[in-house]
């Protein structure tokens, strides 16, 4: 992230209104563009189903089709994530930047390996014909190494690059979905043979971006190695609490939407796909209205704060005088938490303006009860949650990895726990337990962050070094090696 800020700092230091909206615009693109990108393609493709006159069970089952892609895609993603990203840095620390194109074959095999386990579960039991399983195979895969290649290059500072392959893939998708829609005729055809051509013109967009990633990618890293590919493994053992982190973390946001599935209102669509239309659409457009977060949080965090996080462990690592650590921590705690109050007073205004918006419009926008309740209840827990990840991140910054874990497990139990608890009220309690879980993670990561960076010297000087206590995935690693 660091290269984000550099890029803004020099934004930022030529004062000028203009200077200032490419600063905004440039944080869009790199934190939000891949997203909005995404969410524009399945709206615009959604539109042009419904357009057509396709049934409800055609945007059904391609609706759930691509979700159940998405949300599994990024579990996996997640039980990775945060190691590979530790390991990478350290390959960048060491000058051994030949060995990360190996690491992104290693990484890249272990997460196709998973999604094939996946599928074969899910082949075993749906009654989806096997054409259609292998083109669900095909984007689950596709979308796996997507996040891959998303995470190397934004190592590298790749970031304009990431946008446009999202942009170019996109327009191929709804390109090829307009085509299908419009000129093949689909609606002819039984609803599953329908959504196969929807779901196959869609892949080939997502297909589209994966290359145009992978492009990017080679020219990033010219040199490479396809040796040790499963090294990365070690780093299971090592940083066990960051695998806990990323891995608990992606799941407490999806264990709300598993349980309640399965609770009233849900759908069992083609006996393959659980599936909560309400839920699941409010849950969808919640995630929409924290993007400011992550835009504000690479202007804010990235710009000021990372200034003087690096003073302060520059005096740490460089030997400065006790009076210098001082002072410079003094500064860092007071920026971070301007930086903190400022992050959460937007975000909070925003939401609140999207939840006025919501209830002063609702009758204009459609929206009726219980749908309108989970909206803004969600909306709420979308807050909580955005911070929630800012402060995990800000944690692992000060090296606190026991600490961002804790809030995983908080979060995915806390979520988890009280959707069960709450699913008899039915739809008149759907949201409420990912927003009271949400809130919860955010004030025990919120003193957590506090109290730690309080006694920052002490942490920085007495840190030890990390024990490897266990070589299980080392071993596997090597046997992987080996096949």
Wanted: aromatic share 18%; net charge positive.
């Amino acid at each position: 992230m660091a290269g984000i800020g550099f890029k803004m700092q020099e934004l930022f230091k030529e004062d000028y209104f203009s200077a200032r909206i490419r600063a905004y615009g440039f944080a869009s693109l790199v934190t939000a563009g891949p997203w909005i990108v995404v969410v524009a393609v399945l709206v615009i493709v959604q539109w042009l189903i419904q357009s057509a006159g396709l049934s409800i069970a055609v945007r059904e089952l391609f609706l759930a089709s691509i979700s159940y892609c998405f949300i599994f895609s990024q579990i996996i993603f997640g039980a990775q994530n945060l190691i590979v990203t530790r390991y990478i840095a350290d390959l960048f620390y060491e000058k051994r930047i030949n060995e990360v194109y190996a690491t992104f074959l290693g990484a890249s095999k272990t997460a196709v390996g998973a999604a094939v386990v996946l599928w074969v579960i899910f082949v075993c039991i749906s009654p989806l014909p096997f054409v259609y399983k292998l083109v669900l195979l095909i984007l689950f895969a596709v979308m796996n190494l997507i996040w891959i290649l998303f995470m190397f290059l934004t190592a590298a500072k790749y970031y304009q690059p990431i946008a446009y392959s999202f942009m170019i893939g996109g327009i191929v998708s709804v390109g090829a979905v307009a085509i299908v829609v419009y000129v093949a005729e689909i609606g002819e055809y039984s609803v599953q043979a329908t959504v196969l051509s929807l779901f196959a013109a869609f892949t080939s967009g997502m297909i589209i971006t994966l290359f145009s990633l992978y492009f990017s990618f080679l020219i990033s890293f010219p040199k490479r190695t396809t040796e040790n590919q499963f090294a990365y493994f070690v780093y299971f053992d090592r940083y066990p609490s960051l695998f806990w982190t990323g891995f608990l973390y992606n799941i407490g946001v999806w264990v709300c939407n598993w349980i309640i599935w399965f609770g009233e209102g849900s759908s069992y669509i083609e006996g393959s796909f659980r599936f909560h239309t309400l839920y699941d659409t409010a849950i969808f457009w919640s995630y929409l209205s924290i993007i400011p977060t992550m835009m504000l949080f690479v202007l804010s965090i990235e710009t000021r704060f990372y200034q003087r996080y690096r003073t302060f462990y520059g005096y740490i690592n460089e030997g400065g005088s006790l009076a210098q650590i001082q002072k410079a921590k003094d500064t860092m705690l007071i920026v971070l938490r301007q930086e903190m109050e400022r992050l959460l007073r937007n975000q909070g205004l925003f939401s609140l303006l999207i939840l006025a918006t919501i209830l002063y419009f609702a009758a204009e926008f459609g929206f009726r009860q219980p749908f309108l309740g989970m909206l803004c209840i969600t909306i709420v827990g979308a807050l909580a949650n955005a911070i929630v990840f800012v402060i995990s991140l800000l944690l692992l910054y000060f090296e606190d990895r026991r600490g961002a874990m804790y809030t995983s497990i908080l979060f995915f139990t806390a979520n988890g726990i009280l959707t069960l608890l709450l699913l008899p009220l039915g739809v008149d309690g759907y949201g409420l337990s990912f927003a009271i879980g949400s809130i919860l993670a955010f004030a025990y990561s919120a003193m957590r962050l506090f109290a730690y960076v309080k006694e920052i010297e002490f942490y920085a000087f007495m840190r030890n070094q990390t024990k490897q206590r266990f070589n299980f995935f080392q071993r596997v690693g090597s046997m992987l090696e080996r096949l």
